[in-house]
């Protein structure tokens, strides 16, 4: 059995994944696939990980999960996919690093299914963007709650994925930066589902037409009939010179209004965001998804 674990980060997906894949969830559990709504398992799953302190779950555990979010006897590969799994938003930043405790917390899950394959999916986020939500989404969440004493210079997503790679070595982890999704959104849809690019699904343009205006995204459509791409970066070509001119300012533009950031700071911090990413690129390990 193959178990996948898509684990946000916060504030990149919004759900839209495992809802795009909820959508051909008949399709998929023809191919022993199954998607099961994250209401299902967003508690038990953190509950039970935490309950086996650094263990592999028994027989009966596994069971208790299986029976809370399948209906069918069995499956090949089993998606979950909740921004909650790593950690609540108010604890990304603490004293002890930037989302610090993802490589214990992602070693729990693993030993969830001992005996199954685990794939571990994450997507980035710039930090210079990613703290403003965070605030938003934290309950009575402020400046001072999410960062403490942090600098937001610290916050580097290469060291995170370096201290998942030190404490599991052989993990099958794919990762992508989420400002490039609305460029890669379907390879990262097949990813999830452990299917090839060419299989059909439903929910290519889920994400698109959440930033794109109803009149772009209808002309991209109708372009994309009438000049089928020739592969994954012609689309990317296509999709991207279309979100140029159609793309909703409202969607994608973030304000960031922080005590004490500068225009300067800003910047400074996206180009450590995209040092890291090139850095994380490179790891030996990782599967990261670019445009």
């Not at 069918?72 to 603490?94: M, Q, T």
């Not at 490039?180 to 060419?198: C, F, M, N, Q």
Request: aromatic share 8%; proline share 7%; with cysteine.
């Amino acid at each position: 059995m193959q178990i996948v674990y898509h684990l946000g980060a916060h504030a990149t997906d919004e759900d839209r994944l495992v809802r795009a894949l909820l959508k051909n969830r008949g399709t998929l559990e023809s191919m022993g696939i199954v998607v099961p709504s994250p209401r299902l398992y967003r508690q038990i799953l953190p509950r039970v990980a935490k309950s086996l302190k650094g263990g592999p779950a028994g027989p009966d555990a596994q069971q208790v999960i299986l029976d809370a979010v399948m209906e069918a006897d069995e499956a090949e590969r089993v998606i979950f996919s909740h921004e909650g799994l790593i950690c609540f938003p108010v604890n990304v930043i603490s004293e002890t690093g930037f989302y610090s405790m993802a490589p214990q917390r992602i070693a729990a899950y693993s030993n969830l299914f001992p005996d199954a394959q685990s794939e571990f999916f994450l997507a980035l986020r710039n930090p210079a963007t990613l703290v403003p939500a965070l605030i938003e989404r934290a309950v009575e969440g402020s400046y001072a709650s999410i960062m403490g004493r942090t600098s937001p210079m610290e916050l580097s997503w290469a060291s995170v994925v370096r201290r998942i790679l030190a404490h599991m070595p052989n993990i099958d982890l794919t990762v992508w930066c989420n400002e490039d999704t609305p460029l890669i959104w379907p390879e990262v849809l097949r990813a999830l589902a452990g299917l090839s690019p060419e299989d059909a699904l439903e929910g290519d343009f889920d994400l698109l037409a959440a930033i794109m205006s109803d009149e772009g995204l209808a002309k991209l459509k109708a372009y994309l009939d009438a000049h089928p791409p020739e592969d994954a970066a012609h689309r990317r070509r296509t999709t991207s010179a279309f979100l140029e001119k159609f793309a909703l300012p409202e969607e994608i533009d973030v304000e960031i209004d922080l005590p004490g950031w500068s225009a300067e700071l800003v910047a400074a911090m996206s180009k450590v965001y995209a040092d890291d990413c090139d850095e994380i690129a490179a790891m030996p390990g990782v599967n990261f998804i670019a445009p």
